[in-house]
């Protein structure tokens, strides 16, 4: 028989934990400072929301408003505080910084929580770049507040205080599965999926006969390209396939991409960040696109946020990122589930 294992509440299990714990409640006041620093505003985001978000493969916790003479609306704990930050930006505010809850049904491991913490920044009228440069700060300083030199998960290592390697998607593709990307793309973005299935099971990627082109693209990612990013170094990968970047405006360069990156240490994704699309008919577009093959495969989809279209008519130029705060944790202190640098996890 399988012992059962003892609740996080059991002391000696809380006495395991707790050096991590407050490893993360210095890592916190790190981050604070760094922004605070940076002359940024911390802000709270309000967690229920009429739109948990409207990508297809990311699933929400449902609930319901009762009003006092009875009406009824259903609402939606958050999947990320987005929303409501780029009504902040709508408002007037440049800079502004969020650290807090965040809710995603049909997720669980070592490294997914159904709540988690989620740490969110954005800079008006300037480059994405700029948060590429924030993620190697924030990472060196995350490391001096737990007392690390290196970041370490499952068997791999990562330099935390050297400069992040900045590698485009199609380069990846290429070096990792030796498959031409952007060759299964046509110049306005559309994609070839019948190339790119043909590609991928020349590398060896198993796939079903229903998979389309943004299920080739997710497989070859995991299985190809993830396990080596991050490794000895930080990872930035950037320049995503415009198909795969639903808030993200396009490359001014290259049409077939956007300005999408993604942060990685030990082969662990930590944050995304985007230049934020502005145009509200191209993402009400994305966000119909998404929800249509969110209703074709899983049988359901969420209500757009009028509201937040509509700031964003008047949102100015911006670049914004999410990261979660408590990967982040795990690598500095080295734990192995994240539920080991969480205070108080969710019951199972």
């Known amino acids: 028989m399988t012992p059962i294992a003892s609740p996080w509440w059991t002391p000696h299990v809380h006495a395991d934990r707790r050096p991590l714990l407050l490893a ?47 009406r009824r609306k259903p609402l939606y704990l958050h999947t990320s505080p987005e929303f409501s930050a780029k009504k902040l930006l709508a408002a007037g505010e440049t800079r502004i910084w969020t650290l807090g809850p965040v809710f995603r049904n049909r997720e669980e491991g070592a490294r997914h929580a159904a709540e988690f913490a989620m740490l969110e920044w954005y800079r008006v009228g300037e480059p994405y770049s700029a948060l590429m440069e924030d993620c190697a700060r924030l990472m060196a300083a995350a490391a001096e507040a737990a007392g ?24 990846a593709f290429a070096r990792f599965a030796g498959i031409d990307l952007l060759a299964t793309i046509e110049p306005g973005g559309a994609t070839d999926g019948a190339a790119f299935a043909a590609a991928a099971r020349e590398a060896g990627i198993r796939l079903a006969e229903d998979d389309t082109w943004s299920d080739i693209f997710s497989r070859i990612l995991v299985e190809k390209v993830e396990p080596h990013l991050g490794i000895g170094r930080p990872t930035i990968l950037m320049d995503y396939p415009i198909a795969e970047a639903a808030l993200a405006r396009r490359k001014a360069d290259d049409p077939r991409l956007s300005e999408r990156f993604e942060l990685y240490g030990c082969a662990l994704e930590l944050a995304n960040g985007f230049g934020e699309l502005t145009d509200p008919a191209e993402q009400r577009r994305r966000f119909l696109a998404e929800m249509d093959e969110k209703q074709r495969v899983y049988g359901v989809r969420y209500p757009l946020d009028e509201d937040f279209l509509a700031a964003l008519a008047i949102m100015p130029d911006a670049a914004g990122i999410a990261l979660g705060f408590d990967r982040l944790v795990m690598l500095a202190t080295g734990a192995t589930r994240i539920t080991d640098v969480i205070w108080t996890p969710m019951a199972e």
């Open 24 to 70: 993360r409640g210095r890592i916190k006041a790190r981050v604070a400072g760094y922004f605070a620093e940076a002359g940024f505003t911390e802000v709270e985001c309000g967690v229920l929301q009429v739109s948990p978000g409207n990508e297809a493969h990311l699933h929400a916790f449902a609930t319901e408003r009762l009003y006092p003479d009875g």
């Open 148 to 171: 690390s030199r290196t970041f370490r998960h499952r068997g791999l290592a990562c330099d935390p205080f050297a400069e992040p390697e900045r590698l485009g998607v199609p380069e």
